[in-house]
């Protein structure tokens, strides 16, 4: 069964640009949500889709948005682009969402230059 | 509010010693607990999970953690560690009710020394 998979692995953009990132979860799961992962910050939660829907929303500015198409692939897109969204942004899919397991993909690593 | 606490940033344990991994939750009802690992440059492992019954629970890799509802703790444990175990380890809770998320705690770095 094949695992999460996020495209690009490796970016980098200067500020002000858009950047958009794809998540396949594994075959069968509804549920996908995103994170942000940055040194000292640990993993700050962005948003969940389920069904094409999303169900939970993070502490994040609206540069930040994301959406779940039909097949439950997933994309995020971020909007001028600032240093500091420099990070680790790690998808992840489980079969309804919280109280399942998560199985995470190995991330997107953006740099904002 | 609610919240993960791992209060230690760091740990660094000789390979063969034994490894306890902290972790304290703040949540009205008892959660759902989750330890994850992430290895440098990949995403994050399942280890282990409570959900209910006994509060003792076994993962993979050799681990296991208690859950503690009077101390509101869900501590990790490995009897002998091995340089392999070299990583990152997240405490995690999913919430059990209203809109359901998972809270993760910001880490600890394991070092385990030859």
């Known amino acids: 069964k094949a695992g999460v998979t996020q495209t690009p692995r490796y970016l980098i953009k ?11 979860p594994i075959s069968g799961h509804r549920s996908v949500s995103w994170y ?12 969940e889709y389920f069904s094409e829907t999303q169900r939970n929303k993070g502490n994040f500015p609206g540069r930040f948005s ?17 240093l500091g969204d420099s990070a680790l942004y790690l998808c992840a899919s489980s079969l309804e969402g919280a109280a399942g397991e998560l199985f995470f ?9 | 509010a609610q919240s ?18 902290r972790c304290n939750y703040s949540y009205g009802a008892t959660p759902y607990l989750f330890w994850y690992v992430q290895s440098p ?26 859950f503690k509802r009077s ?21 995690a809770v999913g919430t059990t009710s209203g809109t359901y998320k998972y809270i993760f705690g910001t880490g600890t770095r394991l070092k385990v020394l030859a």
């Open chain 1, 14 to 24: 200067t500020r002000g640009q858009q950047v958009t990132l794809s998540c396949s």
């Open chain 1, 36 to 47: 942000q992962q940055t040194p000292g910050q640990g993993l700050q939660f962005l948003f």
């Open chain 1, 66 to 82: 994301g959406r779940q198409f039909s097949n439950s692939r997933s994309e995020m897109n971020v909007s001028t682009l600032e």
């Open chain 1, 105 to 113: 993909g190995e991330g997107s690593r953006l740099t904002v230059l």
């Open chain 2, 4 to 21: 993960v606490t791992q209060p230690d940033i760091h740990i660094t344990v000789s390979e063969g010693a034994s490894l306890e991994l």
């Open chain 2, 41 to 66: 440059g990949q995403g994050l492992q399942l280890l282990l999970k409570y959900f209910s019954g006994d509060t003792l629970v076994q993962g993979i890799k050799g681990f296991e953690a208690e």
């Open chain 2, 71 to 91: 101390q509101s703790s869900f501590n990790l444990r490995k009897p002998s560690v091995h340089w392999s175990d070299a990583a990152e380890y997240f405490c």
